[in-house]
Structures are given as structure tokens and as C-alpha cells.
């Protein structure tokens, strides 16, 4: 089973709306949480990463939060513009004993229309 | 900072014959380099890690006579896709981290690769 999932699968929402998508995770003891943005075709690029004292952290128009107790993670894109469309991947790395191995989500594939 | 090409970004090849992708850290020395494979709608899947100048260690279920990698300096690392087929296509992507696996990864763009 999967130790990191996100919600929902996709999603398609209009040009200069909000959206929030959802990661939940089993990994314990974790290092830290991280959201990537994968373009259609590329690799990951970082747009968070937040240790377990960490409660949220912003990047532009991306806000992360991070509840270590209930272990949910949350990636909020503030008035969407068609450059968002992609697919958006929640990690967990593991830790501290472990070698920080890294547990990926499936990802949430996010279509912005005009 | 913290640039990782791959070349070649697509190929073609047919069945049988042997892929080789390079993955290079730019500005940065890797100590760790990772090999992932993603298939279409699907997570990246961890194939190996591999330590500047040692053998790679590989995750269950990926064969390393298969998946020949290669780490002979600190900004490179090649893997090799020996007698491919097929359903050896995939995106291919690498990784690196600066100072051992428990440091940020950086990813490259990725590598296609369709056997025919």
C-alpha cells in the first residue's frame, strides 16, 4: 500500500480560482514533507519543503500546510493561471534513522481552462 | 544553483538493442545520484542509488544486469538499458543530492525512452 496519497486524482478548475489539494501519508518517522510541480513531459521541480515543526510554508502563489499529528498535508494554489497545468506530487522522505529514502504520491494532475 | 541535465531528453531504439542515458549535475558535485522510472499516470518509482565511485544499490524487483549504472564521478552517472524492450519504455529520470541521500534531490528533466 501506497504511504503517501493525494486527492483527489485530478482536477480541472477555471483560470483565476483557488484550489487545494490533498496528501495524506503513513510514513513514520518522517524527515520532511516536499510538493513538487511536474510539467507534462519533465522532471519534478520543487516548490516546498517543510520539516515536522513546520506548519505551512509559501512559495508565490503556493501555500503548503502541514499537520504532523494527523499527518495530512495540504497545497493551496492561489488565483490559477494556465501555467499551473500540471501534475502536482506530494514526497515524504523518510527519517531520521533511515537514509531519507523518498515515498512519492501519485500525484494530482491539475488542468486550468481559460 | 542545483542543475541536473540528462541527455539524450527522447529515444527511439528498437528492440534488443542497448540505451545509454546520462545524467550530469551542473553546478554541483552529487554525492548520491537516484534513477527513477515513471510510466504514464503514475508515481516515479525508485530503480537505484548510487554512490560516486561504488556500486549502485538497486530496489527489489529491478534487475541490475538489465539496468547497468554507472557512477564514475561526482557530476556523472550514466544508466544503461541493456537488450531493451519494449516495455522498457518509459520516462526515465534522475536525481542528485549534494551530500548523501538525505539532502535535497534535484531532479533532471527526464529521459523518453520508446522501444519499439
Known amino acids: 500500500k501506497n504511504q503517501v496519497e493525494q486527492s483527489p486524482q485530478s482536477l480541472i478548475i477555471l483560470e483565476g480560482k483557488n484550489c487545494t489539494l490533498q496528501?495524506?501519508?503513513?510514513?513514520?518517522?518522517?524527515?520532511?514533507l516536499r510538493w513538487y510541480k511536474q510539467d507534462t513531459g519533465r522532471g519534478p521541480v520543487s516548490l516546498t519543503i517543510?520539516?515536522?515543526?513546520?506548519n505551512t510554508k509559501s512559495n508565490g502563489r503556493y501555500t503548503a500546510t502541514l499537520d504532523a499529528d494527523t499527518k495530512q498535508s495540504s497545497l493551496h494554489i492561489t488565483a490559477s493561471q494556465l501555467s499551473d497545468s500540471a501534475s502536482y506530487i506530494c514526497?515524504?522522505?523518510?527519517?531520521?534513522?533511515?537514509?531519507?529514502?523518498?515515498?512519492f504520491g501519485a500525484g494530482t494532475q491539475v488542468v486550468v481552462t481559460p | 544553483g542545483a542543475v541536473v541535465s540528462q541527455h539524450p531528453s527522447w529515444v527511439i531504439c528498437k528492440s534488443g538493442t542497448s540505451v545509454k542515458i546520462e545524467c550530469r549535475s551542473l553546478d554541483f558535485q552529487a554525492t548520491t545520484m537516484f534513477w527513477y522510472r515513471q510510466f504514464p499516470k503514475q508515481s516515479l518509482m525508485l530503480m537505484a542509488t548510487s554512490n560516486e565511485g561504488s556500486k549502485a544499490t538497486y530496489e527489489q524487483g529491478v534487475e541490475k544486469d538489465k539496468f547497468l549504472i554507472n557512477h564514475a564521478s561526482l557530476t556523472l552517472s550514466t544508466l544503461t538499458v541493456t537488450s531493451a524492450h519494449p516495455e522498457d519504455s518509459s520516462f526515465y529520470i534522475c536525481?542528485?543530492?549534494?551530500?548523501?541521500?538525505?539532502?535535497?534531490?534535484?531532479f533532471g528533466p527526464g529521459t523518453r525512452l520508446l522501444v519499439l
Open positions: 517543510m520539516t515536522f515543526s513546520e
Open positions: 536525481s542528485a543530492s549534494k551530500a548523501g541521500p538525505r539532502e535535497t534531490q534535484y
Open positions: 496528501c495524506n501519508y503513513t510514513v513514520s518517522p518522517f524527515s520532511n
Open positions: 514526497v515524504v522522505s523518510e527519517g531520521p534513522d533511515s537514509w531519507g529514502k523518498l515515498q
